[in-house]
């Protein structure tokens, strides 16, 4: 049974209990704090995240793909601290695209 609200692409949207133990509700104002914290928030809010299974194949995607993520993350920050606005950051994606297909083909090769 699908919930309501999910597809085979959209998951369910994340259902939260908004009443307090005192019986108030809590409501974010939009900075991170909640007409309980009087703005003395830590402005981090914190939501329960639906579990989803994987099916084995979306879990051997996920590995390299987080890898990938964190790569481009580190050539972005490196590009920007080295070389300021003057590497755009379509460019750092190519060029990591590029690289990634490259050593893709080789290993294919070697194999």
């Known amino acids: 049974m699908v919930p309501n609200g999910a597809s085979a692409v959209t998951p369910a949207p994340v259902q ?9 509700e809590a409501t974010n104002n939009g900075n991170g704090n909640t007409n309980r914290t009087n703005g003395k928030g830590t402005g981090v809010v914190i939501r329960q995240a639906a579990l989803q299974v994987l099916p084995p194949w979306a879990e051997s995607l996920l590995g390299p793909t987080d890898a ?8 972005l920050s490196h590009a920007s601290t080295k070389r300021g606005n003057q590497v755009k950051a379509e460019d750092v994606r190519s060029l990591l695209v590029t690289v990634f297909i490259q050593r893709s083909k080789v290993v294919s090769y070697a194999a």
């Not at 939260?16 to 108030?24: F, L, M, P, V, Y």
């Not at 990938?68 to 050539?75: C, Q, S, T």
């Open 68 to 75: 990938l993520v964190d790569v481009y993350a580190a050539a």
């Open 16 to 24: 939260t209990d908004a009443h307090q133990e005192d019986g108030h």
